[in-house]
């Protein structure tokens, strides 16, 4: 379950590298979105299912996928908001899917 999770984690963050890299040349593919989407709800679940099955760690165990969860949010919010001004928003997407991701390591290091 740990190596599915961190997968699942890092193709999440390779699809929303690219989608960002798109989304700064202003050459928008809208699979890449798509694709970035499915593997952050694939993740979530992978670590959330990691949390209630795994043994207990020193941490809460309601921080990572909490955090997963945070940064899907910020995502859709990055998204919905962009062509207002969003940048903001999505700073905070991109800090919150990066902890999200060394929480989790750190999570399943521990536990």
């Known amino acids: ?3 599915i999770g961190i997968v699942a984690l890092l193709a999440t963050l390779a699809l929303g590298a690219l989608a960002g890299f ?13 694709a970035h989407l499915v593997a ?11 949390v209630v099955a795994g043994p207990p760690g020193p941490m809460p165990a309601l921080v990572p996928p ?11 919010g990055a ?7 969003g940048g903001a928003v999505l700073g905070l997407h991109v800090a919150l899917g990066a ?7 750190a999570y399943i290091r521990t536990s």
Do not use: C, E, P
Request: net charge positive; aromatic share 14%.
């Open 22 to 34: 798109h989304y700064l040349t202003r050459t928008r593919k809208r699979w890449v979105v798509t």
């Open 1 to 3: 379950m740990n190596t």
């Open 99 to 105: 902890a999200s991701f060394l929480v989790f390591l």
């Open 66 to 76: 909490l955090l997963v969860a945070l940064a899907l949010a910020g995502g859709y």
């Open 79 to 85: 998204f919905r908001w962009l062509r207002r001004g």
């Open 40 to 50: 952050a709800i694939v993740a979530l679940a992978v670590v959330a299912a990691r």
